[in-house]
């Protein structure tokens, strides 16, 4: 089977650098769009083809996960072999569980929508729950990009390297495994914000478990949203009594609402991302972004070949 890159609207670039990679052009996409809204793309033929969808669900995710079931639907359409959807940041992972009852789980929705229109197999970076392979119906390899984040932390891509003295710090009790992974990687010790969430934006941070007096520190996440999880975090380490500038981690930048001014008021000096989400040419804020266009032409393909992907997956 010929191998195909098809790039959705969301992150473009992104797709466009995993196929100069993978030493592809990527397949004709056009994407109509109506008066109202509706979305009507359209590709060329991929007659006995493997295709790759890249498209990221971020915002506006609505649109982004309805325009990813229509391409997956017009490469069916158009005679594909078979389709891997790349969603390298997936919307609606917070969504696994209930928190009262008449809620929707909405990533087995999206899941479960993904599987019926012709996915084969899906392809997530850092997902925000380990639960999404349990509840899709279709093989699912989850990459992690912490190594990457790791690499350029360590050789100094925001300015300096990581310093001996570094604490890298969980914001929550979810991210305490995601802390020690960072933490192995970049031989450093670990410390634990204890939090409550009391709605979308709003969190309270309340204990700090480890030691931060007068050393630098790294706070690590999944994502990046509206920033309210990270102030927190931070709020709590200078009353700890770290030292001034804190350095943030995370695979996915989101950046929504008021993420940028919170991370400014809580004493941010830099920030690390990947570009799984699009990120602005001349960012608001001291801003770092490595990219996972190699990691995803590297299980593209493995996958293609009928290879093995272990060593990208992340840890559960």
């Keep these: 089977m010929t191998l195909r890159i098809v790039a959705g609207t969301a992150n473009r670039a992104l797709a466009d650098s995993v196929a100069e990679i993978l030493g592809t052009e990527p397949a004709s996409v056009r994407v109509e769009r109506f008066p109202d809204g509706e979305l009507r793309p359209a590709v060329d033929e ?34 594909a072999a078979r389709i891997t959807t790349v969603v390298p940041y997936f919307g609606y992972a917070r969504q696994d569980r209930r928190g009262r009852a008449g809620q929707a789980i909405g990533v087995r929705v999206v899941a479960e929508a993904l599987a019926s229109v012709g996915t084969w197999h899906l392809i997530v970076v850092d997902p925000h729950t380990v639960a999404l392979e349990a509840i899709c119906a279709v093989g699912v390899e989850m990459l992690t990009a912490v190594p990457w984040l790791a690499r350029e932390l360590g050789a100094g891509l ?4 990581v310093p001996d003295g570094a604490v890298v710090v969980a914001p929550d ?15 450093r010790p670990v410390a634990v914000v204890r939090k409550t969430r009391l709605s979308g934006t709003r969190v309270v941070a309340e204990e700090l478990v480890g030691d931060v007096r007068d050393r630098p520190v790294v706070i690590v996440d999944d994502m990046i949203s509206t920033g ?40 941010i000096g ?19 972004v490595c990219s996972v266009a190699p990691m995803l032409a590297d299980a593209i393909g493995r996958l293609h070949r009928d290879e093995p992907l272990d060593d990208l997956l992340a840890r559960t």
């Design 46 to 79: 991929l007659q006995g083809a493997d295709v790759y969808v890249v498209q990221p669900t971020g915002p506006p995710v609505n649109d982004h996960v309805v325009e990813l079931l229509l391409l997956v639907d017009a490469c069916r359409r158009a005679g």
């Design 228 to 267: 309210g999880t990270i102030e927190a975090a931070a709020e709590v380490v200078v009353r700890g009594g770290a030292a001034p500038e804190i350095v943030v981690a995370a695979t996915h930048g989101l950046f929504v609402e008021a993420a940028v001014e919170r991370l400014h008021r809580a004493g």
């Design 173 to 187: 009790l979810g991210a305490v495994k995601l802390a020690e992974h960072y933490g192995a990687l970049l031989s």
């Design 158 to 161: 925001l300015g300096e390297q």
């Design 270 to 288: 830099r920030v690390l991302v990947t570009d799984t989400l699009a990120q602005p040419a001349t960012p608001a804020m001291p801003l770092g």
